[in-house]
DNA sequence: CAATTAGGAGTGAACGTTCACTCCTAATCA
DNA sequence: TGATTAGGAGTGAACGTTCACTCCTAATTG
């Protein structure tokens, strides 16, 4: 196995005995057992397991960020840029069930808190994107005039509870009703 | 102190606990500390942790539903009803902040998956209200055809997100503020 | 063969849970 | 009515278990 492999295998357990059982019955020692490592190896990629915990989070993120991105294109109509993104996170997610509960586990756990509050002042490409989505929309007035974070809460909120339901069984979702999710957000907050 | 009081310590310390460090950082040991009772004691009134924490979520839910039905009336219009108890959640929601960010990360976890799973066949007053003001929309064709879960999303997933953002103090959210969330909502699952 | 990496038994701390005991209240008795 | 006893809620030290993490040996690499 090659040195980057272990680390991956790392990852992917992790994230899916949290997925699966959540932070509070993910014992390292399951984590080795499942990434086929020992446990001291697992303290070779990560100082301890709240680093571990915290780097998948922006695994994550990247992972998601680099999959909606592919074939954007930033100079198209607002509209057409808000179906993109929404049916990239949500399509990426309902493919990817283990991140996705990992994600939403970390974010609604104080965690996420902690992280956001610290990252507050960062600029990322995440936020970015979406940030000038919105600003293009209110200052073009085909979205509504609320404050950024309502606009994102109208987007991400829908979605990722539709995941949830989806992954939990509870809603068939194709990709016909993805797309139907994500227009009736955009009627939410359209002007 | 009264019988149930002491029940009503150790579930509001437990409560506030989970609410600020998540389940995997709120030990007996802490609970019992913050209720002011012995740590046996817990166990005089809740067989275990597990069932300690179970109990809680029913008790929000209860109080919540308790709350947005104050004053509903169910023959009105489904627009009027609709606000009523989106206005009513959210408002119930930033008024409480312990029982939402317990109440959130109950969902998440895996525990929420496991309770609604078991929950999947009981008619509860909690998903009638729901079920019967979207099925009367969708008859009357004043909302979107959608599956019953997906409406539900498109209410429940917005609320969460503005009332999760306004605590962590990343959108200002008054009285005006939340009528128009629960309008923009609305505006997504209107036909 | 030296240097680096992996492994997993070992470790002390912290965990949920228990249980022998202490009050305090209220029923019973003289 | 005052004295005695019974009952049960409350307690926290103690228990066995599990945890995150360490450290020394073995394996691998160049």
């Known amino acids: 196995m ?21 932070f509070h019955d993910a014992p390292i020692a399951a984590i080795a057992a499942r990434a086929n490592v020992g446990a001291g190896t697992i303290y070779r990629y ?10 998948i989070y922006l695994e994550i993120e990247e992972r998601l960020m680099a999959h909606i991105l592919e074939g954007y294109r930033s100079e198209r109509p607002v509209r057409e840029r808000f179906l993109h993104l929404g049916v990239g996170v949500l399509s990426y997610f309902i493919r990817n069930p283990a991140e996705f509960h990992y994600f939403e586990q970390f974010h609604i756990s104080p965690y996420g808190g902690a992280f956001r509050r610290e990252r507050l002042l960062e600029r990322t490409e995440y ?7 919105f600003q293009d929309g209110t200052a073009q007035q085909v979205v509504k005039n609320l ?3 309502m606009l994102f809460s109208l987007l991400f909120g829908p979605l ?25 957000c955009w009627d939410a907050i359209r002007q």
Chains 1, 2 share one sequence.
């Open 2 to 22: 090659a040195k980057s492999e272990k680390r991956d295998e790392i990852v992917r357990a992790t994230m899916e005995l949290i997925a699966e059982f959540g």
């Open 127 to 133: 936020r970015d994107v979406f940030m000038v989505l």
């Open 147 to 149: 404050p950024l974070m």
């Open 46 to 55: 990560f100082a301890n397991k709240d680093v571990l915990i915290n780097e």
């Open 160 to 184: 990722f509870t539709v995941a949830r339901e989806h992954l939990l069984g509870f809603v068939p979702l194709d990709d016909q009703l993805i797309e139907t999710v994500v227009t009736t």
